[in-house]
């Protein structure tokens, strides 16, 4: 029986019980991945992180991958943010940064003041298209304009104020059979740049709440249309989050906090 530690951590959030659960587990070897896709379903969250440690020859400090309860998936900002605290609060990490190597490049977090917790991201790209139609179906009054993101397949839609973004129930059945990773929903916000939400049925979420990766998207979107870098944001989902952005060039800053949870094994045979 091997026993392997294992963390969770709500970010995006300093206040426990709010942002985004992630659970996190640091292993001194990859797992087979059918084995870490069922530990992703036993926690049942929406993102489990599985790190392992690099060489010092390289130059990122650990391999990071993380799991639905469905499907691996390419790029996860609060699992990537709870392993950061993890590393920085339960494995010694004495550097104010840690740098990951993931399949969309590299990623850092820095540690700032007031137990904020900055991600380097990158900015995705996106595209122009038109809403396909189960869009929608899905989602009454969807814009007949909308956006594509390669890197994650999301799709992207913009409606017109915070309340609609707040009130929008859309058809997860509908966008399932899109076949993609998920919708984004975005707005100008009231006491903020911008909220959103995200819907990812395509990777066995109904709702995330809390979804760092979309700001790679939504942070270059708003910083063109307000003519600002500096942005400050809201997932307006049930538990909520908050994130502090900025728009460096190629890359995007994306910052939130975080609430330790609990900690425990998990026994494999």
């Given at each position: 029986m091997n026993t392997t530690p294992i963390y969770q951590v709500d970010a995006f959030t300093n206040t426990l019980f709010g942002g985004n659960p992630a659970a996190v587990m640091?292993?001194?070897?990859?797992?087979?991945d059918e084995r870490m896709q069922a530990i992703a379903l036993e926690n049942n969250l929406s993102e489990t992180a599985f790190l392992v440690p690099l060489p010092e020859s390289d130059p990122a400090d650990f391999h990071i991958r993380w799991f639905t309860p469905a499907v691996e998936v390419p790029l996860c900002g609060h699992a990537t943010l709870a392993s950061a605290w993890v590393v920085f609060n339960r494995l010694s990490w004495s550097a104010d940064t840690v740098h990951f190597h993931s399949r969309s490049g590299p990623l850092a977090v820095t540690?700032?003041?007031?137990?904020?917790?900055?991600?380097?991201?990158?900015?995705?790209?996106?595209?122009?298209?038109?809403?396909?139609?189960?869009?929608?179906?899905?989602?009454?009054?969807?814009?007949?304009?909308?956006?594509?993101?390669?890197?994650?397949?999301?799709?992207?839609?913009?409606?017109?104020?915070e309340d609609e973004v707040r009130n929008a129930n859309p058809d997860n059945r509908k966008l399932a059979e899109l076949g993609n990773?998920?919708?984004?929903?975005?707005?100008?916000?009231?006491?903020?740049?911008?909220?959103?939400?995200?819907?990812?049925?395509?990777?066995?979420?109904?709702?995330?709440?809390?979804?760092?990766?979309?700001?790679?998207?939504?942070?270059?979107?708003?910083?063109?249309?307000?003519?600002?870098?500096?942005?400050?944001?809201?997932?307006?989902?049930?538990r909520g989050g908050e994130l502090r952005c900025e728009l460096r060039g190629e890359r995007v800053a994306i910052s939130g906090q975080a609430a330790f949870y609990m900690e425990g094994s998990v026994h494999l045979p």
């Open positions: 640091p292993l001194d070897q990859w797992l087979p540690r700032r003041a007031e137990g904020w917790l900055e991600l380097d991201f990158p900015n995705l790209p996106f595209e122009h298209r038109p809403t396909p139609a189960l869009i929608l179906e899905a989602l009454p009054g969807a814009p007949a304009e909308s956006f594509f993101v390669p890197n994650d397949t999301n799709y992207m839609v913009v409606l017109g104020s990773q998920g919708l984004i929903v975005t707005a100008p916000g009231t006491d903020c740049d911008f909220v959103s939400r995200y819907f990812a049925p395509g990777a066995g979420i109904d709702e995330d709440p809390v979804t760092g990766s979309i700001h790679s998207v939504l942070v270059p979107y708003w910083a063109e249309k307000l003519g600002k870098t500096e942005l400050r944001a809201r997932q307006v989902s049930a």
